[in-house]
């Protein structure tokens, strides 16, 4: 950290910041025994250098934010770095052969993720310690044809994605992010993710000169009609590849610009893509923000922050040799989509994916065991924390919560109530998860809505009803969910990656000292 006198900084503020590092376009200034700190703010820097032993994931996090665009992206990536730590990439068409002691994980749809790891002392009928989560986010999709054209203007016809603040999608700068089937030279197909980083696309707004009452009576897009992305302002004409062509042609649905602008990315043939399946994503980087950098402020929060928490909670329990010598369980996070819409999918928590993996799982651990029932069992001593984003409270509009369950940022993990069950938590469970974070002297909060207020969900009442595991909801208060623009507490991030570490540790431990049946 550089220093700097009140007198130089007032009187020569452009010789000291000459000397900042050029990579960091801005600052923040803070004061500290009567001098000021210039201090550049943290975007994308790794946290693996700290010789603390817990070092902050919130640089890791940031990375993986910025990287995961898109719910394909988010999977990809969790893919990359649970092979970087060693873990083995299972295939769900194949026979799996485990061992006690082993790392394992499947992918499904791109989207959709399980992984875990086998406790060296795992014994048939033992339980699992599992971490939910889910990759999608609300956005905005283009439609299966999504070239429009109005005034001369080159327009992207798309769909609204999940329950977002739309009018938060309005003069951001935004471009295109998703998977592409390609045609290979041999004639196969090639399933290849693509991210087109500068900004590409705008939603614009209508200036107030044309809608004089907009603050008085409220910004009401229609959705249909005014949340349509403009792409170009020259003609199609003017694009050689605009040809005419056959309307059974992928090419056809779309702007011929647009595919060359894909094509140059993928570094292929504009004929040879085959299919697209696209979010309209915004550009602006994940960062830190606020006066001492105490806040981070991104897209997709929701739910890419529990995610990855949770993620590097498993490969951080389990990464060292001996982390699971005294393991009696398995340790497993389950990463789904389609949690914005329901999840009732193929890749979704309503499928059958993560129990259909457990069932699996016991079954290879088994061998030749032939005793009574060992998955029901292994179910039955199992524990789901299911990880999702929280209300924390707003300081303008405080009265929406309910008086004496406001959760803060940096004040911990936030355990959701809903007597309705909405959310899945009981007084058992949430006894048990804040048993672990008691053990470590990590903080807790709790949640209820208000009585007169609808109760989101999660998919901790999908998967707790599905087989019947014990669940708990939880997740990291945030402001402006399901914004384009989230903003959640730095502190809390690591909160997080402590707790969620510290269940895989020593939840054991913990709950066969509680018997309720």
């Known amino acids: 950290m550089a220093t700097i006198s009140r007198a130089q900084l007032l009187h020569h503020p452009s010789a000291y910041f000459s000397r900042l590092p050029h990579s960091h376009s801005s600052f923040s200034i803070n004061f500290r025994r009567r001098k000021f700190s210039v201090t550049p703010p943290l975007l994308c820097s790794s946290s693996s250098s700290s010789a603390s032993t817990n070092p902050s994931i919130v640089g890791d996090l940031l990375n993986y934010l910025n990287e995961s665009w898109t719910q394909f992206h988010a999977t990809a990536e969790a893919k990359r770095q649970l092979i970087a730590a060693g873990f083995h990439l299972l295939n769900e068409n194949d026979e799996w052969d485990l061992r006690p002691g082993g790392r394992y994980f499947f992918t499904r749809n ?121 792409l170009a302002t020259k003609p199609e004409e003017a694009f050689p590849e605009s040809k005419e062509k056959s309307s059974s042609s992928p090419k056809a649905a779309h702007h011929p610009v647009l595919m060359q602008i894909l094509s140059d990315e993928l570094c292929c043939d504009v004929d040879d893509i085959v299919n697209i399946e696209l979010n309209i994503c915004d550009t602006q980087p994940s960062c830190l923000g606020g006066a001492n950098n105490e806040f981070i402020f991104s897209g997709r929060l929701d739910n890419l922050a529990s995610s990855y928490c949770a993620l590097r909670a498993l490969v951080d329990s389990c990464g060292s040799p001996g982390d699971l010598s005294s393991e009696h369980a398995i340790r497993m996070i389950a990463l789904f989509d389609n949690e914005e819409v329901g999840s009732d999918s193929y890749q979704g928590a309503g499928a059958p994916t993560m129990f259909q993996a457990m069932r699996r799982i016991a079954g290879s651990l088994a061998n030749s065991y032939a005793g009574e029932s060992a998955f029901d069992r292994a179910i039955r001593q199992s524990f789901l924390v299911s990880a999702d984003m929280a209300h924390g409270v707003h300081p303008n509009f405080m009265d929406k919560h309910e008086e004496h369950h406001r959760p803060e940022m940096h004040k911990g993990l936030v355990i959701k109530h809903n007597a309705n069950q909405r959310y899945a938590t009981s007084g058992v469970t949430a006894f048990l998860f804040k048993e672990v974070a008691k053990m470590h002297n990590l903080p807790t909060q709790e949640f209820v809505v208000r009585n007169d207020m609808g109760c989101g969900s999660t998919i901790g009442p999908i998967l707790a009803s599905g087989v019947g595991i014990r669940t708990v909801d939880c997740g990291i208060a945030q402001l402006s969910m399901h914004s384009v623009r989230e903003v959640c507490g730095k502190e809390d991030i690591d909160i997080a990656y402590k707790h969620f570490k510290a269940f895989y540790q020593t939840f054991s431990s913990i709950d066969r000292k509680l018997i309720v049946d």
């Open 110 to 230: 791109m989207s959709c993720l399980v992984a875990f790891a086998v406790g060296e002392k795992y014994i048939v009928g033992n339980g699992f310690h599992v971490i939910a989560a889910h990759t999608d986010s609300p956005c905005l999709k283009l439609k299966p044809k999504s070239a429009s054209s109005k005034s001369n203007y080159l327009m992207l016809n798309v769909q609204t994605y999940g329950g977002g603040l739309w009018h938060t999608w309005f003069d951001r700068d935004l471009s295109v992010a998703g998977r592409v089937i390609v045609r290979a030279s041999d004639g196969s197909f090639l399933h290849k993710l693509v991210k087109v980083k500068r900004p590409l696309l705008r939603v614009p707004t209508l200036a107030i000169h044309l809608n004089r009452t907009v603050n008085t009576d409220g910004f009401k897009p229609n959705l249909e009609t005014h949340l349509v992305p403009l």
